[in-house]
Nanobody
């Protein structure tokens, strides 16, 4: 059984930084795309950033220059480094991964809260 577990969320002041981590565990054969989504209060879950297995990244315009997505394939882990945080970045952040075990499926983590407030 595959699990994705996020960590690193918390409360930070505007302009501060946080680093989110997401570890995929279980009987994993391979992981294709990994990504981060977020869901703000009263809004739908939305894409933030993705990274392929060979390191190609994609970030939404509102976080470019502030957020960096990276991954460690040996550790089945994806990271989201968030700098210059703004109150509008406040949301629950979810990890997502396209994983092949005996079959291919998309998995989600349980979410980690990020709150940007003074």
């Amino acid at each position: 059984q595959v699990q994705l577990v996020e960590s690193g969320g918390g409360l930070v002041q505007p302009g501060g930084s946080l680093r989110l981590s997401c570890l995929a565990s279980g009987r994993i054969f391979s992981i294709a795309v990994m990504g981060w989504y977020r869901q703000a209060p009263g809004k739908e879950r939305a894409l933030v950033a993705t990274i392929t297995s060979d390191g190609n990244t994609n970030l939404i315009d509102s976080v470019k220059g502030r957020f960096t997505i990276s991954r460690d394939n040996a550790k089945n882990t994806v990271y989201l480094q968030m700098n210059s945080l703004k109150p509008e970045d406040t949301a629950v952040y979810y990890c997502n991964a396209d994983i092949t075990t005996n079959y291919r499926s998309v998995y989600w983590g349980q979410g980690t809260q990020v709150t940007v407030s003074s």
